[in-house]
């Protein structure tokens, strides 16, 4: 549930993001559909709030992605070039969880 723009949110099994709101009469409306960039394993895509707006996703790959849905972007972090000996090179985000 995205409090802010009191719509629910839910990632479909083939990986598109879809918003609904639902109006005072009982009235459902798609507010908006997105297909998730995932990499080779969608159906190991885990994700979380990270944030008012933010939803923050990984899927076994050495980049944990975060989606902005009040801004309609998405930025990218990655575990390559952290530190001077590349120790994460090769690493996979399996999880993410924010608190």
Known sequence: ??????????VTKSV???????S???KVTNE????????PTPEKLQGC??????LATCSHESILRIWNLAD???YILSLQG????????????????YN
């Open 1 to 10: 549930y995205y409090r802010e723009k009191d719509v629910v949110v839910l």
């Open 16 to 22: 598109i993001l879809v918003q609904f709101s639902l």
């Open 24 to 26: 005072a009469d009982g």
């Open 32 to 39: 908006s559909k997105l297909k998730l960039s995932c990499g």
């Open 49 to 54: 709030w990270a944030g008012p707006g933010l």
């Open 72 to 74: 309609d972007e998405n």
């Open 82 to 97: 952290i530190d001077e000996r590349n120790s994460l090179s090769g690493d996979k985000v399996t999880s993410v969880d």
